[in-house]
């Protein structure tokens, strides 16, 4: 059984339909991929994920239970980071601290746990993520990719099991891309599960072993990279009926 | 039987000017985003305006009614909306409460300074006039009363259904951006709204005044009622609101009914929209959480240890030079800048760091000048031991429902608060009662402090030692997670933080400290009362604060002495107009401007720095060195 199954999920914006019927899963060591055009509702399912936005209907399955009614901050203490299309960082403290925070709070709900030196550790996850240069400044005072990193390297700092990423590599250069891809498999060897959505398809096609597509509001494939690519209503939903 | 029916009409009368209250100020709020705590500061300054033109000056009424309803009030709306409200938009709400509580303050002094103390006889209209309906009788003013609020939600209704003008309100309302790019101006929306408003503002004043003797407190403290109402409408819908406007009439009304019959609870009136608006917050469900917010403010640099120790040292020493130069009296004077200033660091933890408004400040402070009366007889330290320990818990409670929600609704359930205890909680024997309560200075370790000089260097080693201590608080595991929770609320809560608890932390700490230092302030004048503890002693000391700069230690500093300064030079009493007015000019002007005066000035001395070498070198002075300061942001 996958670490995260969504079945049926339904949001209702007002009349709208933002999300209908969408079941996806994400498995512990695996990069999923969730892709789609502008406003199929891939962000709206990361809020319900997160719980952030409750669904009108559907259940969130995380380790075999049911979390469809537990509150967000109960989901990030079982094991369940995201990042933010619109970036979430702390931007009057430094990538440091935004780490350490993070860190920090993470302590305070495992306290039954053996900690190592809190220092070490949020440096160690800033060479991970590439950070190094730029540890010491103010978050809202460095460029966009990089603050996405260090939305990323906050995720890290809570020992995720599952982490939830919205367009981490917009902003990002080509280099850099490639170094963020890499990043990601390295992660998924550690055995955490990756849900990932992006737009950079040539990324997503690299790094997942599975992908979704959302279009409308609904599912309408999943399946490998070269089975994503071959299918004709993806396809459609990409380049348009023409 | 007759006498439940005559009730009943006097609850709907009473309630028919709540409505219209209420109706302006969500019809405003909607529109522009901004909860305007002036508002029944606008009725108030336009039932005075009325009087005068009617009772002073001797015009006809229908004329003076014209004039204030349709001409003076939606000029002065438009003209708040165009001068302050306009440059407010996608502010936080920390910085538009500062604005609005700004202008209401400065409202009434206005009006006390044009219409000092008296007595001003106010009729009803058409006085002695009335019919008889079912046995009853309704006077001709209850009877306009009432037809004024129906004919106000016949309009309403029109005006927003059926009207091109009603429509692009309630596009404003969905999407401000959206509604201008289809042509609508969101500006002249709002500013009509803002008229509106004010007109709605001035109906409720004339209406309501002749039962409040045209009093300026009283009729201010329209607007808890008002909000009280239109929170039954979570402050959007106006039907709900009208509904919740009645309701709260009716109970008005019974509850006289019934001590007719039975005995009396003292205050509960004054009380009841506090207890509505209680209620209707813990029944208001949990609001998502906004993500995509823009975040991370210019931001705080935190003096070190070493720095914090250093400035703590030199006001110190300061303090003590000055406790031999100054006379006992003036002592007294600049020691109640600095009790202030020690309020004022229960803000900064508060408002500077978290992002939180509180409006009862003062009446954290008297719970803390009562512990001290109470338990510090004799001068003993249980007094100071105890003022923290009363004051928080009752904070946390009063917070508590409030805080699963926005920032606004903590600013309204902690100003109904204050409300609520003046009329019902210090008034009663066991606490204040009617009476002057001695409150003892410290004895502790051989030293007494009875005497002004060590008493004035006692309050600025207490001062500088709680300073220190919110620095080291500021930098600590602590600070961090609250400027976090500042900057993103929505990551906090994905990370596993559990934003009420904390939250929650935050106001009762800003509690703890606002008793702590009520039993100073309490010591330093040696008696405390129901009336130094009002509701509306609260808005001087936020709105300074504000002004001072709440972000940052010596802000507070610089406050509290301004505000002392204020409030010694003024003489007439606990209302002085000119601490109101004076106040609240400062904090409209200054309100939007994050950093306050101890920025500013350390800003000006910074080239200084550079140019003088031993300036350079010198230990830090605290306002220089304090952190940028920056104002309440909003949260989540």
């Excluded at chain 1, 990538?95 to 860190?103: D, G, R």
């Excluded at chain 2, 996608?90 to 206005?110: A, K, N």
Aim: aromatic share 8%.
């Amino acid at each position: 059984m996958p670490l995260l199954q969504a079945e049926e999920i339904n949001v209702t914006f007002g009349g709208h339909r933002a999300l209908i019927d969408v079941s996806v899963d994400a498995d512990a060591g695996r990069i999923t991929g969730l892709i789609g055009p502008n406003g199929a509702g891939k962000t709206t399912c990361f809020n319900v994920l997160s719980g952030l936005q409750p669904p009108n209907g559907g259940r969130v399955i995380f380790d075999s239970s049911d979390i469809s009614s537990v509150p967000a901050f109960k989901r990030g203490r079982l094991g369940m980071a995201r990042t933010f299309q619109r970036i979430e960082v702390f931007g009057s403290l430094t990538v440091f601290e935004n780490v350490l925070v993070a860190a920090e709070i993470r302590r305070r709900w495992a306290r039954g746990e053996q900690h190592g030196d809190i220092t070490e550790e949020c440096n160690d996850i800033i060479d991970l993520v590439g950070l190094r240069s730029v540890a010491d400044q103010r978050v809202d005072s460095i460029p966009t990719g990089l603050s996405r990193l260090t939305e990323l390297a906050r995720a890290l700092a809570t020992k995720p099991r599952l982490i939830l990423l919205d367009e981490p590599s917009s902003g990002l250069d080509d280099d850099e891309s490639e170094a963020f891809g890499e990043l990601l498999l390295t992660l998924a060897k550690q055995g955490v599960a990756i849900l990932l959505v992006e737009h950079d398809i040539d990324l997503v096609m690299q790094v997942c072993d599975r992908i979704h597509v959302l279009d409308f509001g609904s599912i309408i494939a999943v399946g490998s990279p070269a089975e994503i690519r071959k299918n004709k209503s993806v396809q459609k939903a990409y380049l348009g009926e023409g | 039987m007759k006498d439940l029916l005559a009730f009943t009409v006097i609850g709907v009368v009473i309630g028919s000017i709540y409505a219209i209250a209420a109706s302006g100020l969500v019809l405003t709020y909607t529109t522009s985003g901004i909860f305007n705590f002036a508002h029944g500061g606008i009725g108030m300054l336009m039932a005075f305006t009325y009087w005068e033109f009617r009772f002073h000056h001797h015009w006809p009424a229908p004329l003076a009614i014209f004039v204030v309803v349709f001409v003076i009030a939606p000029a002065l709306g438009a003209l708040i909306e165009r001068v302050l409200m306009r440059n407010l938009h996608g502010r936080s709400t920390g910085t538009s409460l500062v604005v609005t509580i700004g202008l209401m303050v400065m409202l009434m002094g206005i009006a006390q300074g044009l219409w000092p103390p008296k007595a001003r006889p106010f009729p009803e209209f058409f006085a002695g006039h009335g019919v008889t309906i079912l046995g009853i009788f309704v006077t001709a003013h209850e009877l306009i009363t009432m037809v004024v609020a129906g004919f106000a939600a016949l309009v309403f209704w029109f005006l927003l259904n059926r009207t091109r003008t009603g429509v692009a309100m309630r596009a404003v309302v969905d999407d401000r951006n959206l509604a201008a790019l289809n042509g609508v101006s969101p500006a002249r929306v709002s500013m009509l709204a803002w008229a509106l408003g004010a007109s709605l503002a001035a109906i409720a004043g004339i209406l309501i005044a002749p039962s409040l003797n045209l009093e300026i407190l009283q009729l201010t403290l329209l607007v808890v009622v008002a909000y009280a109402a239109a929170v039954v409408g979570k402050l959007k819908s106006l039907p709900m609101t009208f509904v919740g406007a009645i309701i709260l009439g009716l109970l008005t009304a019974y509850l006289s009914f019934s001590w007719l019959h039975a005995g009396s609870i003292p205050g509960l009136p004054g009380a009841l929209p506090t207890i509505m608006l209680f209620v209707c917050l813990l029944l208001i469900p949990e609001e998502r959480l906004r993500v995509g917010r823009l975040t991370g403010e210019r931001g705080p640099r935190v003096p070190s240890l070493n720095e914090s120790i250093q400035g703590g040292v030199l006001l110190v020493v300061v303090a003590v030079v000055v406790s031999f130069v100054l006379s006992d009296a003036n002592l007294v004077r600049v020691g109640q800048g600095l009790a202030l200033a020690l309020i004022m660091l229960s803000l900064v933890v508060l408002t500077g760091y978290g992002g939180q408004v509180s409006l009862a400040q003062m009446t954290f402070v008297g719970m803390g000048a009562f512990a001290m009366a109470r338990f510090g007889m004799g001068g003993s330290p249980l007094g100071l031991l105890m003022a923290p320990l009363l004051a928080a818990p009752i904070g946390a409670l009063i917070a508590l429902p409030a805080l699963r929600l926005q920032g606004l609704y903590l600013a309204l359930a902690t100003m109904a608060f204050g409300v609520g205890a003046e009329n019902m909680l210090f008034p009663r024997s066991w606490l204040f009662g009617s009476s002057t309560r001695v409150v003892p200075r410290l004895h502790i370790l051989g030293l007494h402090f009875d005497k002004e000089a060590p008493n004035f260097v006692l309050l600025a080693v207490v001062f500088a030692l709680m300073g220190i201590g919110v620095l080291a608080l500021r930098r600590g595991r602590f600070g961090r997670l609250v400027s976090a929770m500042r900057d993103s609320p929505a990551a906090c809560t994905t990370l596993g933080v559990n934003l009420t608890t904390t939250r929650l932390a935050v106001f009762t700490l800003s509690a703890a400290m606002a008793g702590f230092a009520g039993a100073f302030y309490g010591s330093l004048r040696g008696s405390a009362q129901t009336n130094d503890f009002l509701m509306f002693q609260s808005l001087p000391v936020l709105l300074m604060a504000v002004i001072g700069g709440v972000t940052s230690v010596s802000g507070a500093l610089t406050g509290g002495l301004l505000l002392g300064l204020l409030q010694t030079q003024s003489s007439t009493g606990v209302l002085a107009g000119l601490v109101f007015l004076f106040t609240g000019a400062a904090a409209v002007s200054l309100g939007r401007n994050p950093h306050g005066v101890a920025f500013y000035i350390s800003q000006k001395l910074e080239p200084l720095k550079d140019k003088v070498p031993w300036l350079r070198e010198a230990p830090p002075d605290e306002p220089l060195t304090e952190e940028l300061p920056r104002i309440a942001a909003a949260t989540g």
